[in-house]
């Protein structure tokens, strides 16, 4: 989903925040290919509306990078291979680096065998999992990432934060139509987009979250300290579990509490993330594929809209026409958000 804009927003161009943020990583002692890589996937973030998970993270970033022990030049590599998958040690890097050499193996792997898969330890946050799924688009392979997160939900029917919102995304090639892409938490809000909407001043919709008493609430501000709600009741907290076994037990990275909480933070280099690639040609013959795909989102996009509803849209549709709007108009960013950036900036003696 996008986030409503708010007269207090201001408009900015992607490629001059894409170099303000690449400076500020830069300071921080990234090399210059990670210091891109780490501010084109916020900028990207932003740029299709997901803002929870853009440039509002970069203070947060920079503590991580200089105060909180994750590695700026942490150089994840392999450690072990069998076939087609493989156990990828990020070294304490930023998430975004270790989930792109992540997925440059599991690619590889995908081009010999049809299908590539590697899990990964010793990481940190890595944004936008959409971002990582969707380099396998390029090679014509369906990209599948899943992450462990800080526990921020309950177990059904629970009230301890035990559980991660542990999201997945996938990213399915297409030919004439935009790309399927689906990259949601197992909760009924990621923190980020609670973050946001507090920054805004804004109400939560009902049924996002509940206070720190376990009582319903639209308060973001008492929702920041309470718990998130999953999706689907039981259903959401099961696939947050098996979410979050695939990307933390395969490669033996923490999992739920052993991450670290939202009051003191997550330890540096205890995250794990689970990446794959799927070589379609391996399966069908590709045009016959993506023409396929194109029918499934034109479907999707001419289906009766209910009540309440202007249209349907195929899961990344949405994002794509934003992406659009917004390389015109700009990227509408919060004061809070510029003014965080700006402190970073300042601080690091940015040009």
Request: aromatic share 6%; glycine share 12%; with cysteine.
């Amino acid at each position: 989903m996008t986030y409503p804009i708010v007269e207090s927003d201001s408009r900015v161009s992607g490629p001059h925040l894409l170099a303000r943020v690449e400076a500020i990583f830069a300071r921080c002692g990234m090399i210059p290919e990670d210091a891109h890589l780490l501010a084109d996937s916020l900028v990207t973030a932003d740029a299709r509306g997901v803002h929870s998970h853009g440039v509002l993270r970069v203070p947060e970033y920079v503590r991580k990078l200089l105060r909180d022990g994750v590695n700026p030049r942490g150089r994840p590599h392999i450690i072990r291979e069998f076939g087609a998958i493989a156990l990828l040690d990020a070294c304490n890097s930023m998430g975004q680096v270790a989930c792109a050499a992540a997925m440059k193996n599991a690619m590889g792997c995908a081009g010999r065998f049809g299908i590539g898969a590697v899990a990964v330890r010793g990481s940190n946050h890595c944004g936008a999992l959409f971002y990582t799924s969707m380099q396998a688009l390029k090679n014509g392979m369906i990209g599948l990432v899943t992450t462990n997160a800080v526990p921020t939900m309950a177990p059904w029917g629970g009230r301890d934060k035990i559980l991660g919102i542990n999201p997945i995304a996938v990213a399915i090639p297409s030919g004439d139509e935009p790309p399927i892409i689906y990259d949601a938490a197992f909760s009924m809000s990621s923190h980020g987009k609670i973050r946001v909407y507090h920054q805004k001043g804004l109400r939560l919709p009902e049924g996002w979250a509940l206070d720190p008493s376990g009582r319903p609430t639209t308060d973001a501000a008492a929702a920041i300290g309470g718990l998130l709600r999953p999706i689907g009741a039981f259903k959401g907290a099961g696939l947050a579990v098996i979410s979050g076994v695939l990307s933390s037990f395969l490669s033996g990275a923490a999992f739920g509490t052993e991450l670290g909480d939202m009051v003191t933070g997550p330890a540096a280099g205890r995250d794990g993330h689970f990446v794959m690639a799927i070589q379609v040609s391996a399966f069908e013959d590709f045009d016959r594929f993506t023409h396929r795909v194109d029918g499934l989102v034109r479907q999707i996009r001419n289906c009766k809209p209910a009540a309440g509803f202007e249209r349907c849209y195929a899961p990344g549709e949405l994002e794509y026409e934003t992406e659009l709007r917004y390389g015109v108009a700009g990227i509408p960013l919060s004061a809070e958000t510029l003014a965080g950036l700006a402190e970073c900036e300042r601080t690091l003696e940015c040009a």
